[in-house]
């Protein structure tokens, strides 16, 4: 059972633009999670497009709205996409490429004359929750889980994180080609910037499972060389397991790998609203850390350089938390009694701080970094 993705673009152009002096208030956060996704298609599409933007778009293959409502990800869940994609289809056409069975299905008969075609171009795209080949054939994905080799053999590369609960596997994109093209086209499903689909074997991924389980629950891309030496491309939480801090666990994992290289970094930007406030949340938590109970808790005064030596942190982002924790001022003079406030604000939430190590989620006892 083979499935060869659609064929891939060549230019590996990643942006990284900055993501300025934006911060979300709290108010605003809450609401993320309502206004996003498909209403996001309507809103871009009132926006005037640049021919820039409009080729980037075509590159990353990036539609306004959604047009696949559904993904059924294995046998049993099924959820809406939330961004358009035309990636998983061929080229010009709205037949899905080949699919689990080998074979190239025409997947909605679209009446190519009609003045105003279906936004949808497929109701359901049926995915291995394994191994992320697709179909538009619910027994055709039926059939696949039978004899996934990735459901029924080992996970694939090497374990660089295991706890009782959880494991962190590194995959290389040139190894595990078609996985990663898989995963990286199911990426494009939910979020809608720049993500990469192709050149797989210019990065390395980190896939998140349960321990003792080989279903994947997320993952992020790392580029194998990175002129910003960003420790982190792109991040994805599959949306059945959103919410259970296991974004902050990679990404506190991505800190985890590039401190182990000896580097002060960070994300590949700009950050999505969802990769933003998640940001926010591990970054200002373990600086809250380090300033209360860390190495810098017997400080009178902090500089912003001490803050990212200790943390790993680059400067920039720095600010962007002690902003949003609104304990700077427009002088970057760090206000340490708004930090303590902020942290009592955050416990009294019953929010998730740091544990007496300042990790929020890796415990290093269980890590098997191999850089
Ligand atoms: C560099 C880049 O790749 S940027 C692109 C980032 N990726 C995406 O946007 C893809 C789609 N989004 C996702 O996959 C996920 O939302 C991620 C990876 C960004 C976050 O993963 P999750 O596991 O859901 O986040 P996690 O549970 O760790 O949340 C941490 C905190 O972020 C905030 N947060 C996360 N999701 C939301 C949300 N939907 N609404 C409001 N706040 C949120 C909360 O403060 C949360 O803490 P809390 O639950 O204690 O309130």
């Not at 969802?274 to 938590?285: D, E």
């Not at 982002?317 to 970057?332: E, F, P, V, W």
Request: glycine fraction near 6%; include cysteine.
């Amino acid at each position: 059972m083979t499935m060869d993705p659609p064929e891939f673009q060549t230019s590996a152009a990643t942006a990284a633009s900055a993501v300025g002096e934006t911060i979300l208030a709290d108010d605003k956060i809450l609401t993320l999670k309502r206004s996003k996704k498909r209403t996001q298609g309507k809103k871009s599409k009132k926006a005037k497009k640049t021919p820039s933007a409009e080729n980037e778009g075509q590159l990353y293959g990036i539609l306004d709205e959604p047009n696949i409502d559904y993904v059924q990800f294995g046998v049993s869940q099924r959820f809406h996409t939330w961004y358009g994609t035309n990636v998983y289809f061929e080229n010009g056409t709205r037949k899905l490429g080949i699919t689990v069975e080998g074979k190239k299905n025409r997947i909605k008969d679209v009446e190519e004359t009609d003045s105003e075609p279906s936004k949808v171009w497929l109701d359901t795209l049926f995915v291995c929750e394994y191994c992320f080949k697709y179909t538009d054939d619910e027994q055709k994905l039926v059939d696949h889980d039978r004899v996934c080799s990735y459901k029924s053999r080992c996970a694939p590369g090497r374990i660089q994180y295991k706890s009782p609960e959880y494991t962190i596997r590194k995959v290389k994109g040139s190894k595990h080609v078609l996985f990663c093209q898989c995963l990286c086209l199911f990426t494009k499903l939910f979020l809608d910037n720049k993500s990469m689909y192709f050149k797989v074997e210019n990065y390395e991924f980190f896939i998140l499972y349960k321990t003792g389980s080989n279903k994947p629950m997320g993952f992020f891309s790392k580029d194998l060389v990175s002129f910003q030496q960003n420790n982190l491309a792109c991040i994805l939480i599959f949306p059945p397991y959103q919410r259970r801090q296991l974004g902050t666990l990679l990404m506190e994992f991505s800190y985890k790998l590039s401190r182990a290289e000896g580097v002060i970094t960070g994300p590949e930007l700009p950050l999505s609203p969802f990769g933003l406030i998640g940001y926010l949340h591990l970054w200002a938590n373990v600086i809250a850390y380090q300033l209360e109970a860390g190495e810098l808790s017997e400080r009178a005064e902090v500089t912003l350089d001490e803050i990212s030596h200790c943390t790993g942190f680059r400067i920039n982002d720095i600010i962007m938390a002690l902003k949003y924790m609104q304990c700077i001022d427009s002088d970057y003079k760090i206000y340490l009694a708004h930090i303590r406030a902020w942290k009592k604000k955050q416990a009294d939430k019953g929010k998730l701080g740091t544990n007496t190590r300042g990790n929020m989620m890796i415990d290093d006892e269980y890590l098997l970094i191999d850089v």
